[in-house]
């Protein structure tokens, strides 16, 4: 038994992508959502972090994208940059029910994601756990929680974590603390520090290193090396989602693909 694995880039609008570097030659903008559908398995949407969108937008990236492909959504900054994160309840409220669920099979977990000057204050941050819907009209919500302050780095948050159900997010960055403590029914990984000079964003070797550890993810096993603050969780098969995103952002779909490969797609 073992989970899904899914590979993906952040959104699919980027400049520098166009003209051979990721899209062919003059393809046409209003098609880039259908081209970078088929060639990963998933894409973290940003500009939800920013705007709101009307049902209609989340319904044609569903009809665009292939079956079997999901698309993991930034939540609002009005959720998650309050000072006092219990208050957000109107905030998630507005940002689940603008028309998410359009999308249905083809919904991703939420992202929600804290600015690294946000730290661990575990009541409130248990109040804001409590205020994530399981669901919104028939349709599952899965949620994702991305820290990125040193102080997130003990057991009692992993517990919460747990509690709730929600993933904590393994980001592997040169810039910010990591955890890789599993919590949720997924994994859900952010790779930030691809390297320009690389053609494919990494060496081949650390490919092949994240490739084996992607696998370990969805057979349920807490991958060794990594950074660990809380006792394993029970090995279980979980849905893995890997993004490649930030770091060298030119390299990212080249380097999912690469990885993508390396599991047996393409």
Known sequence: MT??????I???TYEPWKDGAFYPPKWPAKRELEYASRHVTAVEVNGTFYSGFKPATFANWRDTAPDGFVFALKASRYCV??????????????FVGQGIVELGEKLGPILWQFAATRKFDAEDFAAFLALLPDAHQGVALRHAIH???????????????RAAK?????ARSDDYPSL??????????????AREEEPEGFAAADLDA???????????????GLPYV????????RDTFVFMINGAKVRAPAAAMALLRRLGHG
């Open 230 to 237: 809380a006792d394993a969780a029970p090995a279980r098969p």
């Open 10 to 12: 952040g959104g699919w």
């Open 81 to 94: 940059t309050r000072k006092v994160l219990a208050e957000a309840g109107e905030s998630i409220a507005r």
């Open 210 to 224: 994240l490739a084996a550890r992607a696998r370990e993810w969805a057979a349920g096993v807490a991958p060794a």
């Open 166 to 170: 929600v993933a904590i997010v393994h």
């Open 3 to 8: 989970g899904t694995i899914r590979v993906g």
């Open 180 to 193: 890789a403590d599993l919590s949720g029914d997924f994994a859900y990984v952010r790779i930030e520090d």
């Open 147 to 161: 820290v990125r302050h040193e102080s997130f780095a003990v057991p009692e948050f992993v517990a919460l974590c």
